[in-house]
């Protein structure tokens, strides 16, 4: 598996390149602020810290490169601190979708951005499913303004990040599967040090890559589980209803008695008493007004939130579903793993049992020889007796010894057999 390029690699060549011709060309040193003559490379605490290059994505496609530091983005946004955090590109943390009250934070593999009701700041990078997440995201808004599927902006943008991690993911399982499916098959045959540490260190990625897959997994169904959170990343929603609640808020109730009561007063003047009936049926009548409005705008952003709901389960669940056969194409791949190392290790039970076998044999064979030559030791002394008087006498006694061991080595086999220690 090829690994990814490092999607800083080029900035900080072209970081370094700017420093060290500022550092030869007199007319850029003012440009810099230094600490002092003995560190050139410390800038002053403040200046340009914590600009980050973004790709801002509009809702008619239109893109641009613009330099944000973090306290923009989290006004801007209405962020904590710690939800930029896991869009650091220093840090390794694990795939989250969090839902905020105006954005949401997505942080799906290669892909992190910021999702607003209006726009995307996504990171930069030279990462290819960065750039082609930002293509392809442009081009599915310029062909919405045709052909609309229903779906606002931020569902567009989450459902190509959920699309891309989902895509890359499979993929990465489907190469590790063409890979490590010819080695397993190779140690099945052949047992070799080479061929396990192969196997070992797919093993290592297939973990890992588990693991990943997991995050997101668990991460879709968590918020296919908590009706509160899709609630909360309905952002064109909630904008709608608080510009319907803002333009509530700016109607002039207290304008429409103010200009009523004063063209009565010019056409005819009223006693205070009348006047006063009057406007209490004007407040009354513009309150019951008020609250039917305000609770027809309630009941449509309940009957619409739910709705939403529904529409956000069901793209979420797609993707679940998508994302939990990849885990099962990991989860079979491990199990293949686990039963080669099954079949690994009968052949090597059966071989150590082979060995254990011989081993017994050759002890007994060692022990008879051994009683064989204690026999031909003892009669190998130097002392007299009736025995060397005659040679066939001699032979007799190496005869009777070579198949008295004989004997005894038939009794050792049977009695083995007899124990069931392995078959004959």
């Not at 930029?84 to 220093?90: C, E, F, G, K, T």
């Not at 062909?143 to 699309?163: I, V």
Request: contains cysteine.
């Amino acid at each position: 598996m090829e690994e990814s390029r490092n999607p800083f690699l080029q900035s900080n060549i072209i970081e370094s390149a700017n420093g060290y011709s500022s550092r030869f060309n007199p007319d850029k040193r003012g440009r810099h602020n230094f600490i002092g003559p003995g560190f050139p490379g410390l800038k002053k605490r403040g200046h340009a810290l914590g600009n980050r290059s973004w790709i801002k994505i509009e809702q008619n496609g239109n893109s641009k490169v613009v330099e944000l530091d973090k306290a923009t983005v989290m006004r801007h946004c209405s962020l904590p601190a710690r939800d930029l955090r896991l869009l650091d590109p220093l840090f390794i943390y694990p795939s989250t979708i969090l839902g905020r009250e105006k954005a949401i934070v997505v942080s799906l593999e290669q892909i992190r951005c910021i999702i607003t009701a209006d726009e995307v700041f996504l990171m930069n990078s030279l990462d290819g499913s960065v750039v082609q997440y930002k293509s392809e995201l442009c081009k599915r808004l310029q062909n919405e303004k045709y052909h609309s599927d229903g779906l606002p902006f931020e569902f567009r943008a989450l459902e190509l990040a959920l699309e891309f991690a989902c895509l890359t993911l499979d993929t990465q399982v489907k190469e590790l599967e063409m890979e490590i499916h010819p080695v397993l098959d190779e140690l099945a045959k052949s047992i070799s040090t080479l061929n396990l540490e192969r196997v070992r260190r797919f093993k290592g990625h297939l973990l890992a890559l588990t693991q990943r897959v997991q995050k997101v997994c668990d991460e879709i169904e968590q918020l296919m589980n908590d009706d509160g959170d899709m609630a909360e990343m309905y952002l064109t929603e909630k904008k709608q209803r608080n510009s319907c609640n803002d333009l509530y808020d700016q109607l002039p109730g207290n304008n429409i008695i103010g200009p009523g009561v004063g063209l009565g007063a010019k056409s005819a003047p009223v006693s205070p008493v009348g006047s006063t009936s009057g406007s209490h049926k004007l407040q009354r009548a513009f309150s019951n007004v008020s609250a039917h409005k305000h609770g027809s705008l309630l009941s449509s952003s309940v009957t619409g939130e739910t709705e939403n709901i529904d529409q956000l389960e069901m793209l979420l669940e797609a993707y679940f579903v998508g994302i939990d056969n990849t885990l099962n194409k990991l989860l079979s791949l491990k199990e293949y793993i686990d039963d080669t190392e099954d079949l690994i290790n009968i052949k090597l039970g059966n071989v150590q049992n082979k060995l254990i076998k011989f081993e017994l044999l050759l002890t007994a064979a060692t022990f008879l020889a051994t009683v064989f030559a204690v026999v031909t030791a003892v009669f190998g002394m130097n002392f007299e007796d009736e025995v060397f008087d005659e040679p066939n006498r001699f032979n007799w006694v190496v005869s009777i010894s070579a198949a008295l061991c004989g004997i005894l080595y038939i009794c050792f086999l049977l009695y083995f057999k007899h124990k069931k220690v392995f078959p004959l």
